[in-house]
């Protein structure tokens, strides 16, 4: 009898598995996801999620759901699973799930408001290689909103799609387009199971959150300092509205539309993160909004970060094995690094926080990457560097990926089109004092024409033809008669162009770079601005707000027309030509 009830025992403990009612891990894992064991193969949701889970320490899961009800039945189910409950019928259930970190299961029970079909598209991402995505039958099978297709359809539609090879290369940046969510969505399934009682999609491919403003608080408060912390926070603040804009007749008028607000600026330092040549920032699961250089866009780009969905990119290069950097670093790399314009605005709206940076490690380096093939720092952007309190000797020029110590990030204090924080007016008067302090004594013009060449070749600068004015030598014979002097501000030093805008009292030219060292003006002066009609950048408009100038705009017609809510770079670089027989009335006011 002794050796019978040993195989007495086996017998029932088989027989409870089978019918689903023993304490195999499996069938406490379906009870807990609310589905019923399929008695013969345990073909359900909670015996494929138990395959996950065996033989792990710690699994961390997603579960999408309205309330922790499932949550809790998990936790109790299996120790081992972290799991934790994402409703993704709320308004910020994916700025949650994107902060989390490293998912290894997502788990649709469809008990929520939202929908499966769009709940896949934006959580498929958050799960780390070779994640599974599990769902049960009733999500997969519920209808979704646009054609009624259910997420069982949309799973085999983009298996199609990887079939007919439509994905083809997809490392190109700036594909912001549905279709291209949708290929980079089936570029990331590495497999489907679809069985009865569940379908499973196992992901392949890294994908990282892009981080704005808030969403990097969040991600630092999750990390309960392990991954960084806010050093310093301003207040935000509303966009000054201080110049006074006169436009000639056209159909871009009245287009100077920025945010009434601009955000707070604040100083992030970061342990450990990666950082890669053309403004690539990140850490374990996420891009670092130091990554982007339009923070308040609805949708974050960055040309060396393939945009693989609104809220997930990787970096274009993949990073492996980055240098480790020993100390402090400050970041001031740039999309286009090396490139006059992108300088004045963007590298310059972050020079706010060195100083703080400064005073936190004295040893601090400043840190940018080659870019475009220029390996070194042009002299321009060393004697901006300087007149910020950056010399040469501290500035670390990175070629490959690294990751740094701590690395230090702030706030742009300017985006175009979008914003100016009145904060940047001490910045500017800061460097302008300084850089004029160097400029050869001289006299210098009151009335400043900023001419444009046909072709760039200044360091840094573009290459090839870009907002070409076909009559330029008319009009600068008539601005000639009217007491202006024509310049090409790339011919001068910092010191002296900071020199040169301080001492004019009306300033005219071709809307680009060069009037960009409107910066260095000390009082509001007229700013007479030629522009193509299909450019639509904004860096004058809102500097000018910042320093109250009055701007007399005068748009041209472009070769090539903008369509309505549509960015072109063809027409954006459009030559064009200025008509003076049209606007010379116009003019005429502008500089008298």
Same mark, same amino acid.
């Given at each position: 009898?002794?050796?019978?009830?040993?195989?007495?025992?086996?017998?029932?403990?088989?027989?409870?598995?089978?019918?689903?009612?023993?304490?195999?891990?499996?069938?406490?894992?379906?009870?807990?996801?609310?589905?019923?064991?399929?008695?013969?193969?345990?073909?359900?949701?909670?015996?494929?999620?138990?395959?996950?889970?065996?033989?792990?320490?710690?699994?961390?899961?997603?579960?999408?759901?309205?309330? =922790?009800?499932?949550?809790?039945?998990?936790?109790?189910?299996?120790?081992?699973?972290?799991?934790?409950?994402?409703?993704?019928?709320?308004?910020?259930?994916?700025?949650?799930?994107?902060?989390?970190?490293?998912?290894?299961?997502?788990?649709?029970?469809?008990?929520?408001?939202?929908?499966?079909?769009?709940?896949?598209?934006?959580?498929?991402?958050?799960?780390?290689?070779?994640?599974?995505?599990?769902?049960?039958?009733?999500?997969?099978?519920?209808?979704?909103?646009?054609?009624?297709?259910?997420?069982?359809?949309?799973?085999?539609?983009?298996?199609?799609?990887?079939?007919?090879?439509?994905?083809?290369?997809?490392?190109?940046?700036?594909?912001?387009? =549905?279709?291209?969510?949708?290929?980079?969505? @089936?570029?990331?399934?590495?497999?489907?199971?679809?069985?009865?009682? $569940?379908?499973?999609?196992?992901?392949?491919?890294?994908?990282?959150?892009?981080?704005?403003?808030?969403?990097?608080?969040?991600?630092?408060?999750?990390?309960?300092?392990?991954?960084?912390?806010?050093?310093?926070?301003?207040?935000?603040?509303?966009?000054?509205?201080?110049?006074?804009?006169?436009?000639?007749?056209?159909?871009?008028?009245?287009?100077?539309?920025?945010?009434?607000?601009?955000?707070?600026?604040?100083?992030?330092?970061?342990?450990?993160?990666?950082?890669?040549?053309?403004?690539?920032?990140?850490?374990?699961?996420?891009?670092?909004?130091?990554?982007?250089?339009?923070?308040?866009?609805?949708?974050?780009?960055?040309?060396?970060?393939?945009?693989?969905?609104?809220?997930?990119?990787?970096?274009?290069?993949?990073?492996?094995?980055?240098?480790?950097?020993?100390?402090?670093? $400050?970041?001031?790399?740039?999309?286009?690094?090396?490139?006059?314009?992108?300088?004045?605005?963007?590298? %310059?709206?972050?020079?706010?926080?060195?100083?703080?940076?400064?005073?936190?490690?004295?040893?601090?380096?400043?840190?940018?990457?080659?870019?475009?093939?220029?390996?070194?720092?042009?002299?321009?952007?060393?004697?901006?560097?300087?007149?910020?309190?950056?010399?040469?000797?501290?500035?670390?020029?990175?070629?490959?990926?690294?990751?740094?110590?701590?690395?230090?990030?702030?706030?742009?204090?300017?985006?175009?089109?979008?914003?100016?924080?009145?904060?940047?007016?001490?910045?500017? *008067?800061?460097?302008?004092?300084?850089?004029?302090?160097? @400029?050869?004594?001289?006299?210098?013009?009151?009335?400043?024409?900023?001419?444009?060449?046909?072709?760039?070749?200044?360091?840094?600068?573009?290459?090839?033809?870009?907002?070409?004015?076909?009559?330029?030598?008319?009009?600068? @014979?008539?601005?000639?008669?009217?007491?202006?002097?024509?310049?090409?501000?790339?011919?001068?030093?910092?010191?002296?162009?900071?020199?040169?805008?301080?001492?004019?009292?009306?300033?005219?030219?071709?809307?680009?770079?060069?009037?960009?060292?409107?910066?260095?003006?000390?009082?509001?002066?007229?700013? %007479?601005?030629?522009?193509?009609? =299909?450019?639509?950048?904004?860096?004058?408009?809102?500097?000018?707000? *910042?320093?109250?100038?009055?701007?007399?705009?005068?748009?041209?017609?472009?070769?090539?027309?903008?369509?309505?809510?549509?960015?072109?770079?063809?027409?954006?670089?459009?030559?064009?030509?200025?008509?003076?027989?049209?606007?010379?009335?116009?003019?005429?006011? @502008?500089?008298?």
């Amino acid at each position: 009898m002794s050796g019978l009830r040993p195989r007495v025992e086996a017998v029932r403990t088989a027989v409870r598995h089978l019918v689903g009612r023993g304490d195999c891990l499996g069938c406490r894992l379906a009870e807990a996801t609310g589905g019923r064991s399929r008695r013969r193969r345990g073909d359900d949701l909670g015996h494929r999620l138990a395959q996950v889970v065996e033989g792990r320490r710690r699994t961390r899961v997603a579960v999408l759901a309205r309330d =922790s009800r499932v949550e809790r039945a998990l936790a109790d189910a299996a120790p081992s699973i972290d799991v934790t409950t994402f409703d993704p019928g709320t308004e910020d259930w994916h700025d949650r799930l994107a902060v989390h970190g490293a998912i290894e299961v997502v788990l649709e029970t469809g008990a929520h408001d939202g929908q499966p079909v769009e709940a896949l598209g934006a959580s498929l991402f958050a799960l780390g290689l070779q994640g599974l995505y599990l769902v049960s039958p009733e999500a997969a099978d519920r209808p979704g909103p646009r054609r009624g297709r259910t997420l069982r359809q949309t799973v085999a539609r983009l298996l199609e799609i990887q079939q007919q090879d439509e994905v083809g290369e997809l490392s190109h940046p700036h594909r912001g387009t =549905s279709r291209s969510d949708r290929t980079h969505l @089936a570029d990331s399934i590495a497999s489907v199971e679809d069985r009865p009682g $569940y379908l499973a999609v196992r992901k392949r491919r890294r994908s990282l959150a892009k981080l704005d403003e808030a969403r990097a608080d969040a991600w630092l408060d999750a990390g309960e300092g392990r991954r960084g912390r806010v050093l310093l926070r301003e207040d935000a603040a509303p966009v000054p509205r201080l110049a006074r804009i006169l436009e000639n007749e056209s159909h871009r008028s009245d287009r100077f539309e920025p945010n009434p607000e601009a955000p707070a600026p604040t100083l992030r330092e970061y342990d450990g993160p990666f950082c890669a040549p053309g403004q690539v920032v990140g850490a374990r699961g996420v891009l670092l909004p130091d990554t982007y250089r339009h923070l308040t866009r609805q949708r974050l780009i960055n040309r060396y970060v393939v945009d693989l969905a609104p809220d997930w990119g990787r970096p274009a290069t993949p990073v492996k094995d980055p240098e480790r950097l020993p100390g402090t670093y $400050y970041y001031l790399d740039s999309e286009f690094r090396g490139h006059f314009g992108h300088a004045m605005t963007e590298q %310059v709206s972050r020079f706010w926080g060195w100083e703080e940076a400064q005073r936190r490690d004295p040893d601090v380096k400043a840190l940018v990457g080659v870019n475009a093939g220029r390996t070194s720092l042009a002299a321009f952007e060393l004697e901006l560097f300087a007149a910020a309190g950056i010399p040469a000797d501290r500035i670390e020029l990175i070629d490959s990926p690294v990751r740094p110590e701590r690395l230090i990030g702030a706030t742009p204090l300017f985006d175009n089109p979008r914003y100016v924080h009145p904060r940047i007016v001490g910045e500017w *008067a800061g460097l302008s004092e300084r850089l004029a302090a160097k @400029a050869p004594d001289g006299d210098r013009p009151r009335r400043l024409f900023c001419s444009r060449r046909t072709v760039h070749t200044s360091p840094g600068a573009f290459k090839g033809q870009r907002r070409v004015c076909h009559n330029g030598a008319e009009v600068e @014979a008539w601005f000639r008669e009217r007491g202006f002097t024509v310049v090409f501000t790339e011919d001068y030093t910092m010191a002296e162009q900071a020199a040169l805008f301080r001492g004019a009292e009306i300033v005219a030219g071709y809307a680009g770079s060069a009037l960009f060292n409107l910066i260095f003006t000390t009082q509001p002066i007229r700013v %007479v601005l030629i522009s193509s009609e =299909s450019y639509t950048a904004q860096n004058e408009f809102l500097i000018s707000s *910042a320093l109250g100038h009055e701007v007399h705009t005068v748009y041209c017609p472009a070769d090539i027309p903008r369509r309505p809510r549509e960015w072109s770079s063809a027409a954006f670089n459009s030559a064009f030509t200025v008509d003076l027989d049209r606007d010379r009335d116009f003019l005429e006011r @502008a500089v008298s």
